[in-house]
């Protein structure tokens, strides 16, 4: 693996992370004052600079200094597309939902009782909104944006060990910033095992929308119907999910033909851009 080009990747990638995080910071700091703003107004402005601000930044960000455009950071340019890969999605994620808390019940119990998922009213819509939301900014932020950049700079198999590195890079920027932290919703083994999951999707589908509708479908099931999923039943769902995948990316990698290397003397020179391979 060409060391220097790796790396190289993952410094551009780090550097989109830290102008978006420091946006996020001083947009945050600016809408409330430097913090001069009661906490009853605080929480709203927070909630919509902190969605708008990865967002909007990533979507200059990739314009400026990569010349790209939402499609190529798995947004699609048909509006009908989206919905229809958001809702499957959606379905994925209850589906899982469902998986996870079967699991934890065997995990628990040892047995397993069907009773019909009854739909719980009490929970507030807007509560949930905002808990589901930020989970479209994270992947669009870091599937989305970082794992593009990573398969447009490197080979197959150097993103198969990159993208796993991007929560580690996203937790280190984070700390940079104390307002303006973009939420990786990370908290257990199971969150860690769907974000392994998320990113070798990502690899196959290329597309924001399915990997933020699986996420968010999984936990509006949760919260709806009131499925009770422990980190063991999770981290089994999403750790299967994570090894099949990771099996198919590296049966892919052994179907690929090898690059074949000509010996001899040559003339000239490379011309590579500058994210390292040739543009």
Known sequence: ????????????????????GLL????LSVATLFGLVPDAAQDPITLVVGLAAPIVGTMYYIDWRWSWKGEHIG???NPGASALTWLLGLAGGAVAAFLAHI??????TGTFTFVAPAFDASVNPMLLAEALLPLFVVELVYRGAAIS??????????????APLLPVLGFLISALFERGELPLGIATRSDL?????????????????????????????ISLLSLPVTDQGGLVVWGVGALVLLAMELAKL???????????????????????GPH
Request: glycine share 8%; no cysteine; aromatic share 10%.
């Open 103 to 108: 699991v934890s019940e065997l995990l628990k």
């Open 75 to 77: 947004l699609s340019r």
């Open 1 to 20: 693996m060409p060391v220097n080009r790796f790396w190289s990747s993952i410094g551009s990638v780090a550097a989109y992370l830290v102008a978006v």
């Open 149 to 162: 950049r990573l398969q447009a700079d490197l080979s197959p198999r150097e993103v198969l060990i990159g």
């Open 193 to 221: 095992a769907a974000t392994v999951f998320l990113a070798l999707l990502f690899l196959r589908t290329d597309s924001v929308w399915l990997s933020a509708g699986l996420r968010m479908g999984f936990m509006a099931a």
């Open 254 to 276: 052994q179907r690929m033909p090898k690059k074949v290397t000509q010996r001899g003397r040559t003339t000239g020179r490379t011309t590579r851009g500058p994210w390292g």
């Open 24 to 27: 996020q910071f001083i947009l």
